[in-house]
Every structure is written in structure tokens, then in C-alpha cells.
């Protein structure tokens, strides 16, 4: 199955960005999304196909995908962005077919 | 607007079974599969598997076959989950989530563009 790894936590301060990474063979070869869960929350889809935002999404939240990493770039970050960040890829030829990474806790300081 | 709205939680004794609800609205139905995605306390998501709208033909993923069964009623756009012979390690939220097709040059992928609010399934004695 394929697997992808994503940093536990990551920190940072109001106004800086935030860079979460997930891992995998090749991932820039696949479609990366990411979504954030705030406690208590269902999952919100912030960036689809590597770096597209659904509407409603702020541009603050950008996207990129190469190699064997996808990063998820939050600018000027805000309190309300505290939450924990989850990358998936859909791959067929995987089982599961939906593989979703451990998540990334953010922590704004 | 899409919503996908979900049955409330349950507590359960082990051995016993549970079915939890997915009801859709704002979109057809049948025009789109419904998946199951599992989270255990402050654990991350894990996807179980998903249902055919259409033929009602269930895919489990790995580690979700035997006790879980996935299930529809179309007459009223409402998925089902099911789980039998319950254990303290099924505890957990349980999400549908709708899957969104989207192709670009060529390949497609999918993603979850809607969420259920989760259902929170305990299993204890």
C-alpha cells in the first residue's frame, strides 16, 4: 500500500507562514489534497489537485507537488488556522485505494 | 446546498451492533458513490471503503471486512454503516464523505468535497 508521512506537529508564530510537508515514492507523479480539521470538526477540504482552493478557501493556503514531497503553505497565518492539516491521494493501484497521511497538528504560538 | 447529516451518537456494549445513518440532500443521489472514513480518538483518518449509489455493490478496504457492512435505502438518499460484534477498539468517529471526480490533462483523482458532521460510535461495558 502506499503511505504517506507527514511531520506530527509544526509551530509557528501570527503573520509567519507555515510550511506542512507529506511524503511519498513519487507523490509528485500523483494529485495531492489536503484538508483541515479543526476539534470536533468534520474534515474541510482547503487545496485540491496539488494547489487548487475550493471558493470560500483564503489565498493565504497554497499547494505544491514534486519529487517525493507536497507541501501545504499557509501564509500570514492566524489564530483560527490552529488545526490539524491531513494530505491524501486517491491511487488505484493502491489498497487502500484513498491513503490518507497521519496529519500535522498546527500550533499557532 | 449539499449536506450529508448523519444519525447521533451511540454508546454500545461489546458483542453488540450498531448502524449508523448518512442522510444526503442538495444533489442527486445515485449520481455520486458515498464513502466511510473512521477516526479514532485523536488518531488520524482512515478511509474504510465505499458504496456504489447506483448498484449498491459495496468495496471495503482493508482491515473492514467480515463486521462492516455499507448499505442504502435511494428511496430516501441515505447511506448506511453497519457494524457487528462491536469491540472497545471500534470506538471512534465515524464520517461519509462524498467523492469528487476531477481529471486534468489526462489522469483523474478523487477527493472528499463533502463531509457528514461524524458520528460518534463508544463501545464499552
Known amino acids: 500500500s502506499y503511505v504517506l508521512t507527514q511531520p506530527p506537529s509544526v509551530s509557528v508564530a501570527p503573520g509567519k507562514t507555515a510550511r506542512i510537508t507529506c511524503g511519498g515514492n513519487?507523490?509528485?507523479?500523483?494529485?495531492v489534497h489536503w484538508y483541515q480539521q479543526k476539534p470536533g470538526q468534520a474534515p474541510v477540504l482547503v487545496i485540491y489537485?496539488?494547489?487548487d482552493r475550493p471558493s470560500g478557501i483564503p489565498e493565504r493556503f497554497s499547494g505544491s507537488n514534486s519529487g517525493n514531497t507536497a507541501t501545504l503553505t499557509i501564509s500570514r497565518v492566524e489564530a483560527g488556522d490552529e488545526a490539524d492539516y491531513y494530505c491524501?491521494?486517491?491511487?488505484?493501484?493502491?489498497?487502500?485505494?484513498?491513503?490518507f497521511g497521519g496529519g500535522t497538528k498546527l500550533t499557532v504560538l | 446546498q449539499v449536506q450529508l447529516v448523519q444519525s447521533g451518537s451511540e454508546l454500545k456494549k461489546p458483542g453488540a451492533s450498531v448502524k449508523v445513518s448518512c442522510k444526503a440532500s442538495?444533489?442527486?443521489?445515485?449520481?455520486?458513490?458515498m464513502n466511510w472514513v473512521r477516526q479514532a480518538p485523536g488518531q488520524g483518518l482512515e478511509w474504510m471503503g465505499w458504496?456504489?449509489?447506483?448498484?449498491?455493490?459495496?468495496t471495503y478496504a482493508q482491515g473492514f471486512t467480515g463486521r462492516f457492512v455499507f448499505s442504502l435505502d435511494t428511496s430516501v438518499s441515505t447511506a448506511y454503516l453497519q457494524i457487528s460484534s462491536l469491540k472497545a477498539e471500534d470506538t471512534a468517529v465515524y464520517y461519509c464523505?462524498?467523492?469528487?471526480?476531477?481529471?486534468?490533462?489526462?489522469?483523474?483523482?478523487?477527493?472528499?468535497?463533502?463531509w457528514g458532521q461524524g458520528t460518534l460510535v463508544t463501545v464499552s461495558s
Open positions: 464523505a462524498r467523492p469528487h471526480r476531477y481529471c486534468s490533462g489526462g489522469s483523474c483523482s478523487y477527493y472528499f468535497d463533502y
Open positions: 442538495g444533489y442527486t443521489f445515485t449520481s455520486y458513490a
Open positions: 458504496i456504489n449509489t447506483n448498484t449498491g455493490n459495496p
Open positions: 513519487n507523490i509528485g507523479s500523483k494529485s
Open positions: 489537485y496539488d494547489s
Open positions: 491524501q491521494v486517491w491511487d488505484s493501484s493502491s489498497d487502500p485505494n484513498w491513503v
